[in-house]
């Protein structure tokens, strides 16, 4: 199975900051084989990355789509014109979009079925907030997202990517340590009818990556933060199991 890292810019870098980021990246990676990465710019700075990673080892991804293929959806963007700008991968379902912009499974749904009829890879991610933890619900939740998410394409999730990502580990400092995060990516295989590449995610950084890495379960990360500098992202693309 394929490793992947993946670095989610969010709501950061503008054009210009995203053109040098990339370069500066492209350089501190040099030539990586065994790993794919990917790098997911804010929308506006999708055509500014796509001309510089064209034919290097940095695939193209973006943050979100809407489901619909066009329309009257203001404000929204659609898969296939991400796809024509060089986009191969998109996250659905960040927990700052369930959580703060409160978009429902169902949606997700929706767009992670589009995806797979465009032929885009998904990123779809799940994971439990502090209380659902500290409540014991964080296998409930997870089935819950999973099975609404995936509802009438559980056999079609080999072609997506599954990232585990507690809510309360993102953006916060604090990081499941690798053996909580192997446990629920195991117990996230379990409830999969066809095996997937599954990442972690939440405040991956250089300091923990590689004994992220060395669990078994564990297939790559999703990092927020620590992809916004060229070389503290290159030290977690080059981790040593
Ligand atoms: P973080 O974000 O690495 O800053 O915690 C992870 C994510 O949101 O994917």
Redesign the pocket.
């Known amino acids: 199975m394929e490793t992947i890292i993946a670095g ?1 810019w ?1 709501m950061n870098m503008d054009p210009g900051e995203s053109r040098t980021l990339v370069q500066e990246l492209l350089q501190a990676v040099g030539a990586v084989k065994d790993r794919t990465i990917i790098v997911f710019p804010a929308f506006t700075s999708l055509p500014h990355v796509a001309e510089i990673v064209h034919n290097s080892v940095i695939k193209l991804g973006a943050q979100n789509m809407h489901w619909e293929r066009s329309g009257a959806f203001t404000g929204e963007v659609s898969g296939l014109f991400l796809k024509q700008l060089g986009c191969e991968y998109v996250i659905i379902g ?3 979009r369930r959580h703060v912009l409160k978009e429902p499974d169902d949606w997700l749904n929706r767009k992670l079925k589009t995806a797979l009829d465009i032929g885009l890879i998904s990123i779809f ?1 799940v994971g439990e907030t502090q209380d659902e933890r500290e409540s014991g619900r964080t296998e409930e939740v997870i089935t819950r997202q999973l099975d609404l998410g995936l509802k009438g394409i559980e056999s079609e999730v080999h072609k997506m990517i599954i ?1 585990y ?1 507690p809510v309360w ?4 400092g604090k990081t499941a340590t690798p053996d909580m995060a192997a446990q629920v990516h195991g117990f996230i295989r379990s409830q999969l009818t066809k095996p997937a590449t599954i990442l972690y ?4 950084k250089p300091e923990n990556i590689d004994a992220i890495m060395k669990e078994e379960e564990i297939q790559g990360v ?6 916004l500098k060229p070389d503290t992202f290159a030290r977690i693309v080059k981790f040593t199991k």
Do not use: D, F, Q
């Open positions: 989610n969010k960040h927990s700052e991610c990232a990502e580990a993102i953006g916060t995610g939440g405040s991956v999703l990092v927020g933060g620590a992809s």
